[in-house]
């Protein structure tokens, strides 16, 4: 008997579900034995291996901006998962993976290759804001238009979706991760120091605003200085991580606005009355909702737990497969 699986493979975070529901949710992260090609780790354990790794071992991220970067350490990494959630080519398993709409054909099929390498028999890509849209419950497949941006660490995105097809579209290769790396930078050239990644995340959510609103609380983090390799305690202000913020937010409002300006005038009236759904681990950055909804007319929502949204929608299209069959096709091109 076949077994079916759903993967969500993101920038910064990939998800994995069985018929046991959501099985891994960890950091996109694959520690590999360089000396012997062996997977040492992935996810938080790998995570936990960064800076602390003997030379044989190195800790890689093999997609960028949405994209894979590193077509073997994909292959390795979905290899792994499939042994972590007990799926061996045996199992002759069926697979669902979300792609972004950004991808290009020569990625669709790099990615589609990694999973049969692991052991799939077969493999269908559905474009993030699909899997998306069938996550929230929206009619994708009635003549009603339905708004979602999927906004990630490495990319964002947004479609207008009727008909069980992307009517209009638009996307970026920016996204958290592109906050984090601006303050890693900020950080160095305003204090001198370097932080870890971790912390550079927390600075994120906890202080950030996507209406540049501002917090009197300015937290003490451990850095170490550029120059002399010391531990020392930074105080870090709002103002620093809203300028951070500021480029991504700008380019991701300009983009949601130019997709809904696409849009039909039928679909436009949909849009106006259904409103716009965030979903994604940056949709739960402080204000954006809100800014989005000033920024457009429109009224924009977060979905509830938006970084699992995607991998919901891919196992409802496992439960579906048969009658979602031309939703999976258009993203197979």
């Known amino acids: 008997m076949a077994t079916d699986v759903a993967i969500d493979i993101g920038t910064a975070t990939t998800r994995l ?3 046991r529901g959501i099985v891994f949710n960890e950091p996109t992260l694959v520690a590999i034995d360089t000396s012997s090609g062996q997977v040492v780790d992935l996810g938080h354990g790998a995570l936990d291996l960064i800076g602390r790794t003997p030379r044989h071992v190195a800790v890689f991220r093999p997609l960028a901006q949405g994209t894979t970067v590193d077509f073997d350490v994909t292959a390795r990494l979905v290899a792994a998962l499939f042994e972590r959630a007990g799926v061996s080519k045996l199992s002759r398993a069926r697979v669902v993976m979300s792609v972004p709409t950004l991808a290009t054909p020569i990625e669709r099929r790099a990615l589609r290759q990694a999973a049969m390498q692991a052991g799939a028999k077969e493999v269908s890509l559905m474009e993030a804001p699909m899997a998306a849209a069938i996550g929230l419950g929206l009619p994708v497949q009635d003549p ?3 708004a979602v941006a999927v906004l990630g660490a490495g990319a964002s995105e947004a479609a207008l979706i009727s008909l069980g097809g992307i009517v209009t579209s638009g996307s970026r ?3 958290g991760a592109d906050v984090e790396s601006t303050l890693a930078t900020l950080l160095r050239l305003r204090h001198g120091v370097v932080v870890s990644p971790r ?3 927390e600075l994120k959510i ?3 605003s996507a209406r540049l609103r501002t917090i009197t609380q300015v937290p003490i983090v451990a850095a ?6 010391v531990i020392v305690d930074v105080a870090v202000d709002a103002g620093l991580v809203n300028e951070a913020l500021s480029d991504v937010v700008q380019s991701t409002v300009k983009l949601i606005q130019e997709c809904l300006a696409d849009a039909p ?3 436009s009236q949909d849009i106006s009355q259904q409103g716009l759904t965030l979903v994604g681990g940056h949709a739960q950055l402080a204000d954006f909702a809100e800014l989005l909804s000033l920024s457009t007319g ?3 929502r977060v979905a509830d737990d938006p970084a699992t949204v995607i991998i919901r929608g891919l196992e409802l299209c496992l439960e579906e497969m048969s009658s979602l069959h031309s939703l999976l096709r258009t993203a197979d091109r």
């Open 17 to 19: 579900a069985t018929g």
């Open 144 to 146: 009603v238009g339905s």
């Open 173 to 175: 290769r920016v996204g």
């Open 199 to 201: 912390t550079l995340e």
């Open 206 to 208: 906890s202080m950030g």
């Open 224 to 229: 170490r200085t550029v120059e002399r390799g």
């Open 265 to 267: 005038p039928d679909l």
């Open 298 to 300: 429109i009224d924009v």
